[in-house]
């Protein structure tokens, strides 16, 4: 497992939804996302099997930025894009038991601890362990290293039930979700604000007469910059 420096990890923060594990899967399938800031804008379209599980992931200019493969097997799961990768051994559960580094841009890999409810309780390997505390069914703090994340939530039901790390995409357009996803139990609300201190993200939702997600607003600290992610379903 590798982790970047946390308070990194925190800033490049985006969206992650769980859609793998049979009890988290949402009622609504998300079937495009919009990115969009001040300096860009672009969609990913999302391809499905018979079981409700990701397949494809395409972004725009798909020649140019490459699609991304999911592919599942009773114990396993691997995403790939080009000649990166990550591979996975699962739980019964169907979270992930092990990760193998394959130069897929995801921050952990290593061997994956969860507590009697399916919510990730640490992440270790030799290079170190990161632990993660709950309560009331939210995961509240990250710590590792000395160093420690907070969490604080809205009042919105999860009903997306969106990942536990709200990240989505990482660099060149390749969609990292369905890999945290595959992190745990998912929380019971909404985050609010991740970070440290005053270096916060902070998260605004809007949603349609369900209680599902249609657009979250991640802003940064200090009102650096807005990313807004829509979301369109079936």
Not at 21 to 27: D, K, L, T, W, Y
Not at 106 to 135: A, C, D, H, P, R
Not at 143 to 151: A, F
Request: charged share 20%; glycine share 6%; hydrophobic share 35%.
């Amino acid at each position: 497992m590798k982790f970047k420096k946390i308070l990194s990890f925190i800033l490049l923060l985006s969206l992650c939804t769980i859609l793998a594990q049979a009890s988290n899967i949402s009622s609504k399938r998300v079937t495009t996302i919009t990115v969009q800031s001040a300096e860009y804008t672009y969609h990913y379209t999302l391809k499905y099997d018979s079981q409700n599980r990701i397949t494809t992931a395409i972004p725009d200019n798909s020649e140019i930025f490459g699609t991304t493969h999911f592919e599942y097997d009773t114990n396993t799961f691997r995403i790939s894009k080009g000649d990166q990768f990550v591979s996975c051994s699962l739980n019964e559960q169907g979270y992930i038991k092990v990760a193998e580094d394959g130069g897929f841009p995801v921050t952990f890999f290593g061997n994956m601890f969860y507590n009697e409810k399916g919510q990730l309780s640490s992440i270790e390997n030799e290079n170190g362990k990161m632990l993660f505390t709950w309560k009331n069914d939210d995961m509240v703090q990250m710590n590792y290293e000395g160093q420690q994340i907070d969490v604080t939530y809205t009042t919105l039901e999860n009903k997306n039930k969106f990942g536990l790390f709200l990240k989505i995409d990482d660099i060149n357009c390749t969609l990292v979700y369905p890999y945290y996803a595959r992190l745990g139990k998912a929380t019971k609300h909404l985050p609010a604000s991740i970070g440290q201190g005053e270096q916060k993200i902070s998260y605004q939702y809007k949603t349609d007469n369900e209680g599902f997600v249609i657009e979250i607003a991640m802003i940064y600290p200090n009102n650096g910059k807005t990313v807004f992610y829509r979301f369109a379903y079936d």
